[in-house]
């Protein structure tokens, strides 16, 4: 239930895209009744107008690197605007202050690694009850015991980015030789020393073919979480950098083949959510493109099937297997928001639209009063295809991709290729999730 402007906040009620299933609004899945039939699409427990789910608070934007596509693009040396470490306390306490369940943090940058002060604010956050993690850059200041010191002030995770599967293409991404070798021993080390790891990687035209070589890697390094992000042209990213939506959708196909064996997420794709409610419902709405076969075919050299995890279910079974991990229900404004380093609150790194400064206003205010993070709660503020689309509540199309490309943040999502006035039917009770080649899935329309 999404209030309006004027009424009163009610808890959230789950979209149920299956209503015959027995109601399970939670996000645990372990001991659910479903354990046969877990949700394609979880939703969170707690009224996402009244609190964010996941809070991205970019520290600094000092970095060594120089990623090719930077949102923030990160330059060498600290903004003498950043704020202080008395600030970011202050922000960390109005955020605990919300009561449980409370939203989890992310240090991210830039490089939070460049701030002298990371491991006294992981510190406080923790010791107020905050869930802290933190995410480096891949330089050699991530060693082995800056981690473990992080670890010991309470951080419980740390993400890596990792865009390629060899050096080569890596280090070309990032523009400095040597990070790729760096970030895997970041990786080692995060786990060495207790923190859950999260590998995210950044999809362009570009580095696309890297995923099936990637899915092996980040298994390699037992990473809890492979968190694909797909570019948005902002900061030092431009269109070219994007996928079309047709490769957006032969991608994310092809994730959700390769979540059999890793658990995965993804960032600006939030077509994702309809894609597994789809594919719970045996609805193709596409035929499989040259780019999912292209992925499949490097999926086998890379990864030969007697090599991947064993006891992965394949086949119709796939699409019910409660070790899939569903996709959240959450998006830029929606559970989540992102603090500048100079205090700007927007709803997200990749949304460049500021609705306030935690140096004048809490930010818990601000999640829940400005007019724009209201109205990207609300599905039927929608426009365009989102707005038709009978799936806008768990999906609503990635609101950074609508504004880059169209400076509408409420517009329609480019990168889906769903046309909601089409209506497709089932082409079977459970549709397989292996490899199809094309013209092997009928499309109906
Ligand atoms: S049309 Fe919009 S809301 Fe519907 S699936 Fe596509 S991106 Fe999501």
């Known amino acids: 239930m999404v209030a309006r402007r004027g009424e009163t906040c009610r808890p959230a009620k789950a979209f149920r895209p299956f209503p015959d299933a027995p109601a399970r609004p939670t996000v645990n899945q372990v001991k659910s009744p479903w354990l046969d039939q877990a949700p394609p699409v979880r939703q969170l427990r707690f009224d996402v107008d009244a609190r964010p789910f996941l809070v991205l608070f970019e520290l600094t934007r000092a970095c060594a690197l120089a990623c090719r596509h930077c949102r923030a693009e990160a330059h060498p040396g600290r903004d003498p605007d950043e704020l202080s470490t008395a600030e970011i306390r202050a922000v960390l306490d109005d955020l605990a202050s919300i009561g449980a369940p409370r939203p989890r943090v992310v240090l991210t940058g830039g490089d939070p690694l460049e701030r002298p002060d990371l491991q006294t604010l992981v510190a406080h956050g923790a010791n107020a009850g905050l869930s802290m993690a933190i995410s480096p850059a891949g330089t050699p200041r991530a060693t082995a015991s800056t981690l473990g010191a992080l670890r010991h002030a309470g951080a419980t995770a740390v993400s890596f980015s990792l865009d390629a599967a060899t050096a080569e293409a890596h280090d070309d991404f990032r523009r400095v030789?040597?990070?790729?070798?760096?970030?895997?021993?970041?990786?080692?080390?995060?786990?060495?020393?207790?923190?859950?790891?999260?590998?995210?990687?950044?999809?362009?035209?570009?580095?696309?073919?890297?995923?099936?070589?990637?899915?092996?890697?980040?298994?390699?390094?037992?990473?809890?979480?492979?968190?694909?992000?797909?570019?948005?042209?902002?900061?030092?990213?431009?269109?070219?950098?994007?996928?079309?939506?047709?490769?957006?959708?032969?991608?994310?196909?092809?994730?959700?083949?390769?979540?059999?064996?890793?658990?995965?997420?993804?960032?600006?794709?939030?077509?994702?959510?309809?894609?597994?409610?789809?594919?719970?419902?045996?609805?193709?709405?596409?035929?499989?493109?040259?780019?999912?076969?292209?992925?499949?075919?490097?999926?086998?050299?890379?990864?030969?099937?007697?090599?991947?995890?064993?006891?992965?279910?394949?086949?119709?079974?796939?699409?019910?297997?409660?070790?899939?991990?569903?996709?959240?229900?959450?998006?830029?404004?929606?559970?989540?928001?992102?603090?500048?380093?100079?205090?700007?609150?927007?709803?997200?790194?990749?949304?460049?639209?500021?609705v306030g400064n935690v140096r004048e206003k809490p930010l818990t205010q601000l999640y829940a009063g400005a007019p724009l993070l209201r109205a990207l709660r609300d599905p039927s503020a929608l426009r365009g295809r989102c707005g038709r689309c009978e799936l806008r509540e768990i999906c609503g199309g990635s609101r950074a991709q609508a504004y880059a490309r169209h400076g509408d943040p409420l517009g329609e999502d480019p990168t889906c290729d769903y046309d909601p006035s089409v209506s497709f039917s089932p082409t079977s009770p459970a549709r397989p999730f292996g490899f199809e080649p094309p013209g092997a899935a009928p499309v109906e329309g």
């Open 177 to 354: 030789q040597g990070s790729f070798e760096w970030t895997v021993h970041g990786c080692r080390s995060a786990t060495e020393v207790g923190l859950r790891l999260q590998v995210n990687t950044t999809v362009t035209a570009a580095t696309v073919l890297e995923l099936p070589a990637l899915s092996r890697l980040v298994t390699d390094l037992h990473a809890a979480m492979w968190s694909v992000f797909f570019v948005v042209p902002t900061g030092r990213a431009d269109a070219t950098q994007a996928l079309s939506a047709e490769s957006t959708e032969d991608t994310l196909a092809f994730l959700h083949d390769v979540a059999q064996w890793v658990r995965l997420k993804t960032t600006e794709a939030p077509t994702f959510r309809r894609l597994a409610v789809h594919k719970r419902q045996g609805i193709t709405t596409r035929a499989p493109g040259p780019l999912y076969v292209e992925l499949h075919r490097r999926l086998a050299d890379a990864w030969p099937v007697s090599d991947r995890p064993s006891g992965a279910r394949t086949g119709p079974a796939a699409s019910t297997d409660p070790r899939r991990r569903a996709p959240l229900a959450v998006a830029d404004g929606r559970g989540v928001v992102f603090v500048s380093h100079t205090g700007d609150v927007q709803p997200s790194g990749f949304l460049r639209l500021v």
